[in-house]
């Protein structure tokens, strides 16, 4: 498993994935028809769907382009309504989840929150509880991927100082268990 730490602000990150074709071409062709659709199934803002795009590119560049049936973990999807905010002051909803959902990829949503209404696969999990992740099989996973998660404004609220660096820790080796040798574990750091 390799593990890519990501900006969101910029697409540094690009060289550590060996991107060989046009990124976000590639990827806003992907969303740009399904756009409309998507802002009328969840009633949800275009601004809400390029925050979604912006966390789709790192995937689309560890799939090579092939989002079609990979197991994406998303670790902390944020739920509808949401349970807390993001240092933007934007709320934590699962639009990555659906975007990868529409675009016949195959989302694991993890989150604390209520996700029954949701059409992809989700799951109810405390991520500081040891083994959170053991119903998922070794080597399952293609890309994992984890926004916002270690400075999730309630996890030190929950938890305490140092909180994220605590389930980075409890994480890392399930993730080494669950990710494929070849898939990555995507993450925009502490």
């Known amino acids: 498993m390799r593990i890519i730490t990501i900006n969101l602000m910029n697409d540094s ?6 991107v060989g074709f046009d990124l976000v ?11 409309t659709q998507l802002q009328k199934k969840y009633f949800i803002k275009y ?6 795009y912006g966390q ?3 995937i689309v560049a560890a799939t090579n382009g092939n989002l079609i049936e990979k197991k994406i973990l998303d670790l902390g999807c944020g739920t509808d309504p949401p349970l807390d905010i993001n240092y933007f002051g934007l709320p934590f909803i699962p639009n990555l989840c659906r975007l990868l959902h529409e675009l016949g990829a195959h989302p694991i949503g993890i989150d604390l929150g209520n996700l029954d209404n949701e059409e992809f696969e989700h799951h109810y999990v405390d ?8 119903f998922l099989p070794d080597f399952s996973i293609d890309v994992a991927i984890a926004i916002d998660l270690f400075t999730s404004p309630s996890l030190e609220e929950r938890f305490g100082i140092n909180a994220g660096k605590k389930l980075e820790e409890n994480l890392l080796p399930q993730l080494e268990r669950i990710v494929k040798p070849e898939g990555y574990f995507i993450h925009n750091g502490k």
């Open 56 to 58: 789709l590119k790192p």
């Open 47 to 52: 601004s809400s769907i390029i925050e979604a």
């Open 127 to 134: 991520l500081m509880e040891k083994n959170s992740l053991r």
């Open 25 to 35: 071409s590639y990827t806003y062709n992907l969303v740009k028809p399904i756009i």
């Open 13 to 18: 990150y690009l060289n550590e994935l060996e």
